[in-house]
């Protein structure tokens, strides 16, 4: 009698969508990792937490106690899980908030507040079983009128929330009602088979609070995580201690300090003095600390990038020839190695992220072709190039990416002028018309990190996009969003994505030279310390050597 194979025995797991994933695992597409995270992705969670998917634990007998001391960079406003939008923000705020589903770098989508998860067939409509007996740090039980009110406030376009682009032709407000205490359900403007990356810790602003809650955040921190609020310091800082009713593992740590600084630099020597245990990093600090054995740097690989926009609508990019000329001038394999000192995946103008199951990987990669640049300038019509201004922020490296831009552009005779804003200017008020973000014709924007291409396809390229920079408006493009968003299967996914990244080597209302790491350096006394490319840090299993 013949043995069944792997691939056989987990055919019998669920089935024709989860069969064609298996068969994408049978011929090498993809490997035994990236299934079980499609496994969770389905709401096959019981089968991928059975294979070990989730964090490691950290074993128990690890030492508990002490304080985690973090440094991070100035909230740029009050704290409210409802409209933040900065990294600092993000690290606070996951001490104490918790999300429906959590997107763990490594292992996909795991259940948190939400136990499972399933959709109709037409993957418009989705139902979440929640987890029972969970409690708000002020004793309350969570119910699913909570996660109703706290999702319904974040599609409520009067609620002031930072989340309405992430949503927008995703959930509207009233699409989201309470079956039983511990039952949601949402019906979704179309269908979306990626849809639980919508309620997980990747739109970060997704943080169930009770129903009743009226934006006082800082007063209380109020949520159902391991940490809960000891004292919070304006412009200072904030601690944390053991939430000792948390739902799963006990915190190991007693405490979590926290320290604002105005710039990285001063974080770095408050590390270096010992007064520090944690800080996000960036190239430039990682310099600062690089062969000295007190210290190590994580790593987490991420859809992270930093976007060229080019105005399709304004001369001299609405010729697409000119727009592929400047993305042919770009060496993306001397940025990564150079810029970001390799911690990055080369991009190739399209968001489809190398960590992305449905990226296409038969598509062409885009490489430097300065002799094909200035081809393309002169059937153009310029074949001594132009001169153009680049509008963009002064952000982590973002204003030497566009010297080195600048420079690369020289060599096919286009002559780029930099026009460099402080963050708050480029950004304006985030709406066409007033904001050299969305109104310059040529810019350069970092967006973070999310678990799945939708966010980034939907909200700056599609016609309607509420961060289409570009101005790109493509009726094929966006009959091809759609049919993406309806791709029930991955097979099914990879071919829509292909036609999509085709579609946008061609059109290049984009330039995406790479996929940046998110980085965190760490004293090597410190162990277990967990990150998001998002900004989240969970610090509930840390221990000293």
């Known amino acids: 009698m013949t043995k069944p194979s792997d691939a056989d025995m987990l055919r019998n797991l669920s089935g024709d969508i989860w069969n064609v994933a298996v068969d994408e695992y049978a011929k090498g597409f993809l490997n035994r990792r990236d299934l079980l995270k499609y496994a969770a992705l389905i709401g096959l969670t019981g089968f991928a937490a059975s294979q070990g998917v989730g964090f490691p634990g950290t074993a128990r007998a690890a030492a ?19 409209t933040l939008t900065d990294s600092a923000s993000i690290g606070v705020i996951s001490q104490v908030g918790e999300y429906l589903i959590f997107d763990d770098p490594k292992d996909g989508l795991q259940p948190k507040l939400a136990l499972s998860w399933q959709a109709d067939e037409t993957a418009k409509r989705w139902t979440f079983k929640l987890r029972p007996n969970v409690k708000f740090h002020d004793g309350r039980i969570v119910t699913a009128k909570d996660v109703v009110a706290s999702l319904e406030r974040l599609v409520d376009p009067s609620s002031g929330s930072a989340a309405l682009s992430a949503y927008d032709g995703i959930l509207s407000k009233g699409g989201v009602r309470q079956v039983d205490d511990e039952t949601v359900a949402f019906e979704l403007d179309q269908p979306n088979s990626n849809f639980p990356f919508y309620v997980s810790s990747d739109v970060y602003n997704a943080i169930i609070v009770p129903a009743d809650y009226a934006g006082d955040f800082e007063r209380t921190f109020i949520g159902t995580g391991p940490f809960k609020l000891e004292s919070f310091r304006p412009k200072q800082g904030a601690t944390f201690v053991r939430n000792p009713d948390y739902w ?5 740590p007693d405490r979590v300090e926290i320290k604002f600084y105005d710039d990285e630099q001063a974080q770095v020597l408050a590390l270096q003095a010992g007064q520090l245990d944690i800080i996000p990093s960036s190239p430039r600090l990682e ?35 000119i727009r592929r000329a400047l993305a042919l001038t770009v060496d993306r394999e001397a940025v990564v190695k150079g810029l970001l000192k390799g911690r990055a995946d080369i991009g190739n103008d399209t968001p489809f992220a190398p960590i992305f199951a449905s990226n296409d990987p038969s598509v062409p990669q885009r490489k ?19 001169e153009v ?4 922020e002064r952000a982590y490296w973002i204003p030497d990416y566009a010297v080195i831009i600048q420079n690369f552009a020289k060599k096919a005779g286009i002559d780029i002028k ?22 310059s014709n040529l810019g350069i924007t970092d967006y973070g990190h999310r678990g799945t291409p939708d966010i980034f396809l ?19 493009y966006d009959a091809l969003l759609l049919d993406y968003g309806k791709a029930r299967d991955l097979q099914a996914q990879r071919i829509a994505a292909g036609k999509i990244q085709n579609l946008l080597l061609d059109e290049t209302p984009l330039i995406i030279s790479y996929f940046s790491q998110y980085s965190s350096i760490v004293a090597s006394k410190v162990h277990g310390v967990r990150f998001t490319a998002n900004s989240h ?7 000293f050597v």
């Open 368 to 386: 430097q072709d300065i002799a094909k640049a200035k081809r393309l300038l002169g059937e153009a019509g310029v074949p001594n190039g132009f």
């Open 287 to 321: 310099l600062s600390t690089e062969g000295n054995p007190n210290f190590k740097i994580l790593s987490v690989p991420s859809s992270s990038h930093d976007p060229v926009h080019l105005r399709t609508d304004q001369a001299p990019f609405t010729d697409k020839r």
């Open 418 to 439: 930099l026009n460099v804003l402080p963050q708050d200017a480029y950004y304006g008020s985030a709406a066409f018309g007033s904001s050299p973000w969305l109104d």
């Open 64 to 82: 508990a106690g002490g304080t985690v001391r973090v440094g991070l960079g100035q909230p740029t406003k009050a704290l409210d899980p409802v």
């Open 248 to 252: 799963g593992d006990k915190a190991l």
């Open 458 to 476: 939907n909200a700056t390229l599609k016609s309607s996009g509420s961060w289409n920079a570009a101005h790109f408006k493509n009726a094929d």
């Open 389 to 392: 201004t680049l509008t963009t």
């Open 537 to 543: 840090l969970l610090l509930d299993k840390v221990s």
